[in-house]
């Protein structure tokens, strides 16, 4: 099955033409962690329910920042990507989207080693609901991250990097370096 193709305001030429690809499912380490910070404000207000006096004052307090915090989460977290001649887009739940301008993209390639990668997290989220913020590791430097299965990671760029992980990747991966072509 082919991606979804959409127009995108402005006119019919086929560099307004965007192929949609729908992200990756959850890896196993990324399930257990989103499992577990949606379960937290579920268990803190459970806590709350059954204590009384202060010990349900702390409760509700705690499950109400646990529950901003989760929502927090899903609605970064990447729900699609979206490729065109000038920009993949990263589209999220429930936030605005980030784009990686086609002028960027020097390279496209997948990278499924990065689930075994010794990475380190420098700002963002490890796992709840995704992959996604400023990562380091040995082989790719420091790059962007906006995943959701880190086994169908693709790197994207050479200078400033960026690692997605789009449901099928051959596909994305093929639609990036047709658009790269075009733009050359």
């Not at 990756?24 to 803190?44: C, E, F, M, Q």
């Not at 920042?65 to 429930?94: G, K, N």
Request: glycine fraction near 8%.
């Amino acid at each position: 099955m082919l991606p979804a193709r959409s127009l995108v305001p402005g006119g019919g030429t086929s560099a307004s033409v965007m192929v949609t690809y729908k992200t990756a499912s959850l890896d196993k380490t990324a399930i257990i962690l989103t499992l577990v910070l949606a379960g937290a404000p579920v268990a803190a207000s459970l806590v709350a329910l059954s204590a009384g006096g202060e010990v349900r004052s702390v409760a509700l307090v705690i499950a109400a920042i646990l529950f901003v915090v989760c929502f927090a989460t899903y609605a970064l977290a990447p729900s699609s990507y979206a490729v065109s001649q000038d920009r993949i887009i990263v589209r999220r739940h429930l936030w605005p989207s980030s784009s990686i301008p086609m002028s960027q993209v020097k390279s496209c390639y997948p990278y499924p080693q990065l689930s075994r990668a010794k990475t380190f997290r420098l700002i963002g989220n490890g796992g709840a609901f995704g992959w996604y913020g400023i990562y380091a590791c040995d082989e790719l430097g420091t790059f962007r991250m906006y995943a959701t299965n880190r086994s169908k990671a693709i790197v994207i760029g050479d200078g400033a990097k960026f690692i997605l992980s789009p449901e099928k990747t051959e596909s994305f991966v093929a639609a990036v370096h047709e658009y790269a072509q075009t733009r050359s």
